[in-house]
């Protein structure tokens, strides 16, 4: 779920001044709705700031809340959820949330693909690489081309890469791998989403003997990868 970040203080205040003057137009169920409605959103921004625990605990909130309503909205939720808990070294957790959730219940192909992206992520980080090779393959075809148009497409080029690398099969993983670091060079190259691309690229590289130009990748990826606040990069 790649998005540029957004400096606490001034979404703190965006929030509070939406808060003052909204909350006292509305009824006790819709103020409800709304506050939970922003606690998602802050959930979300928590964890693409690193704070990955808070970012957890405000999300399950939101999620469990959505989930007694019976809004849809819980799918969604339930990304970032799961994607919190993988942060916090709990995949086997993250693939329950993710559990709950059945493609079919998401309208966007954009959500089934982040879908099958936090399902690939998270049998990654249990080193269940077939699995996420295959899932984040499921992810790739809903682009219906051979090169992704968003930053999460370009996550299941990045994910199935990683996964083909760590099953030996070096050659597909660097093809993978390129077309997403192509997008991040292109796309926003100076977040550590682009950083990230280049790292696993260069390890690719590395895999199948071209030693200069991938140490030197994984080289200039290293600052900003040490500049993000998120365990997994």
């Known amino acids: ?6 400096p ?3 979404t703190e205040q965006v929030i509070l001044t939406h808060a003052r003057g909204n909350g006292v137009q509305m009824g006790q169920h819709l103020r409800e ?4 409605t922003f606690a998602h959103y802050w959930g979300s921004i928590l964890l693409l700031q690193g704070r990955t ?6 999300l399950a909130d939101s999620v469990a809340w959505m989930e007694k309503k019976g809004t849809q909205h819980q799918w969604a939720g339930r990304m970032a ?5 993988r942060e916090n070294g709990r995949p086997d957790r993250a693939l329950d949330i993710l559990r709950a959730a059945h493609p079919e219940q998401f309208v966007w192909e954009g959500d089934r693909q982040i879908h ?22 499921e992810a790739m075809a809903l682009d219906k081309g051979r090169f992704p148009f968003t930053p999460d497409g370009a996550d299941s080029f ?7 690398l760590e099953l030996g099969r070096a050659r597909e993983a660097v093809e993978s791998l390129a077309v997403a ?3 991040w060079r292109n796309f926003d190259p100076a977040t550590p989403w682009a950083a990230e691309a280049a790292f696993w690229h260069g390890r690719g590289l590395l895999a199948v003997g071209e030693d200069r130009r991938g140490a030197a990748m994984i080289k200039a990826s290293l600052p900003a990868l040490k500049a993000s606040g998120l365990p997994s990069q």
């Open 53 to 58: 625990v808070q970012a957890e605990a405000v």
């Open 158 to 164: 990045l994910l199935r890469g990683r996964a083909l």
């Open 1 to 6: 779920m790649p998005t540029t970040l957004v």
């Open 8 to 10: 606490l203080d001034v």
């Open 181 to 183: 670091d192509a997008f």
């Open 81 to 85: 959820w799961a994607w919190a808990a």
């Open 33 to 36: 709705a709304w506050s939970q």
């Open 116 to 137: 099958f992206n936090q399902l690939a992520a998270s049998h990654l980080a249990l080193v269940q690489h077939a699995d996420a090779a295959r899932l984040a393959a």
